[in-house]
């Protein structure tokens, strides 16, 4: 007789104001089993464990479609209280622990032992003192489960991040009713020894039979610890397969999908062996996107590319080059050291942005679209300015004429769909905001040209005609382009070489003709050998 | 068992100059005070009669501030209000001629009331200013004090009966400048008298405010008090963790604010008069000054540090005046001082609080740093 799964998704379904992640999705999990989640960005599985947690994000958006069945009962959480309260436990990516809060404090938060009192009666139970000693051999217990040895009066604040991953795991099995523990990328901050300490305490816990929801990134660790693995790809199961006889070169490939379109456009532009930037020891302290370690040459006349999945620092590489966080290391251009941290050096020195923040850093939103064109112009390089007579330059106004021409050139130019120079930015779509940003960037006339999230919300004939005004741009004036993105078609289709970045560093760069697999088992942190990195940092491979 | 092979960090190797900022309040008022008494020429006897006086009359005031601190809350410049509630308990004790320890235990009963409503009042207001706590307690402040003055200047006398004429302002309602609270004057100092040479010792006063200090203690072993402590770290984890956060907010309020409004009353039954419209004012002002002389910060703040800025701040109190006098001639400029102090001192408290935060923010995003961030 099977066994009845303690848990089984059925159907599942999910659209956010009529755009559909989630379409049927069906998996069952068994006590004791492991079950990898593994998908690109996007691919659903937040939201898929939005849902299986009762988060209120899903119930404010209408709900979602099919059923949840816990141990033979469908149910439907309200909350993540009544999930927890079902035995579901969650240990998300960034951390909650309270930073003052010892280990045993915070594994016992809001579930503490308490001393009884006659105050209890009289007011509540929030007057009994605490029972300090009996919290503490309770987390004790707790940690030991998980095989590892760390003290419980340990402060979180002082622990490594190590420590405070397994203190979040204690924290839910500790809750006695956990019989199911959803892991969201819990070995993205440790070092190899804890995530294998940490791999060995999942078993341990499974052994016990406790059900594992582990979505990872690394395809090695998903293939060493899970039974099952589950595939997700644009809010569809693509794969839910044995995990012994997968190979991570399958996985890659079932969770990039797309082949290679083979009518990449010809390139007319040429790249010349001289680098323009030089990156080497980078880091940047940019929230969310921490860059640690990152090295690259872009070469003169060339489209670069800058690929990852979100948080892994991506971003945080052309922010931190443009000064615009707190960032280190050695970036060059055209062999001269760019002074790091000041947005000023790195604009007067020929470099032009295009923010992935288009609205907060990349517009003058309440201004018209001619002074957004010909602000940056103006405020760097004086351009579109004219001394008063008499007075020479001692006072400068705006150049009104001048500032028309060239914005009538770029709106000819790029298409920019507006009722005349004058409409105010933030009356335009996103797509036309977003050429209003590369008029900007262009009217520079830059060396080096940064541009991050090109086609980030914005719809596909845009997407195209973008992507297009920069390629042409390339070919027409030789500028050396990097793009950050998120979708690596977008760049494979556009640049010379991608490189993808995880965890902050560049996990390795190619040719954008590689075939897709090749980039989805460098983001999945399976990192190119050393040598071929080497040569791909210089790009003579 | 298998150990971690990564030891914990580093202890933060902060350096001098950080040190330095954590404790530049008190030392400022140490070199201070050590400059200013042999200046000012007061015998040791007058300065620990006078200090034991202040120390008795403002601890309790300062002591009410510590629980708002605890829950994450900061300073609770509200606590005029529960200052405003003290001294409408008063004002019907003086009416009513209720004398003794009678006459302050029921003006505490009188004040509780209104205490913790406008404690409510205060918590749900802050509930919806988040992360604005002090500048928004700030005002309400100023709020309510007009609605205490409607109520005092115009209400007393005419909706509420006032019997007592020499309470009452000549032209038949509201409440004079200045009572004299002679009914109930010093009858908490006096009630056990010691005298220990010539310095009088008010032991039932010292009493209360030990048994306070316990109660604080003691509040912070419990459940309540760790769920304050996890929802003035933070709050989204507190959340997150099904701590009604909203609640607890407004019960730390609550308890501020009562224990702010009996904190005036025996403030008050020290002084002996009441300046109806002016008491309260200085009370939140003065108290939150000596506290953070004492060193603690808008975050963190102990019991140790309400003595220590009580002491610190009364010493300064005392000897600057007499010190002004003698070193320009002027005993203005010690009054001067005061004020300048007390204002220049909370300025620079909340400056070091803003840029400590910075600080820890700095350090924690560097720990996410590889080795290439390590210089």
Redesign the interface.
Known sequence: MPEVPLLKLENIGKEYFGNRVLADVSFSLNRGEILGLVGENGAGKSTLMNILFGMPVISGTGGYEGNIVLDGEVIRFGS??DA?AAGIGMVHQEF??????SAA?NIL??R?E?NKSLLETVFS??????DRPGMRARAARAI?TL????GVD?IAA??????KQFIEIAREIDRTRTRVLVLDEPTAVL?E??AR?LL?ALRKLADGGIAIIFISHRLQEIKSLCDRILVLRDGNVIRDSDARSASIRDIAAWMVGRNVEEDRPVRAGTISDEVALSVR???V?M?GE?V???AFDVHKGEIFGIGGLAGQGKLGIPNGIMGLY?A??TVSLFGREVELNKPRKALDRGMAFVSEDRRGVGLLLGERIDWNITFTGMQVQNRFLKGLPLLGNLVRLRDDDAIAAESEQYIKSLEIRCTGPAQRAVELSGGNQQKVCLAKAFSMRPELLLICEPTRGIDVGAKELVLNTLRRYNEEYGTTILITSSELEELRSVCDRVAIVGE??IAGILPAISPAERFGLLMMGDVEDEGAQKEAVTGNA | MSRLDRGPDKKRNRGVGSLLADYAVPVIFIVISVVAIPLSDFSATYLIQELLVRIGRNSFLILSLLIPIMAGMGLNFGMVLGAMAGQIGLIFVSDWAVVGIPGIVLAMIIGTPVAVALGILCGEVLNRAKGQEMVTSYILGFFINGVYQLFVLYFMGWLIPISNPALVLSRGHGIRNAISLTGIRMVLDRLIPLQVGTVTIPVATYLVIAAFCFFILWFRKTKLGQDMRAIGQDMAVADSAGIPVNRTRVIAIVISTVLACYGQIIFLQNMGTLNTYNSHDQAGMFSIAALLIGGASVSRAGIGNVFLGVVLFHLMFIVAPKAGRNLMGEAQIGEYFRVFVSYGIIALALVLHAWKRLRDRAEARRSLRGPAGKE
């Open positions: 993540p209280f927890l909650s622990l309270i930073p003052g809060f404090e938060l809001n503490e308490l139970e929030r007057l009994n003192t605490l030991k095989g590892v040895d760390i340990t002082e622990m490594p991040v190590g420590y070092t020894t804890e300490i060995d020891d980078l880091w302290d929230p921490t640690r370690n990152a707190p280190g290391g902050g560093k």
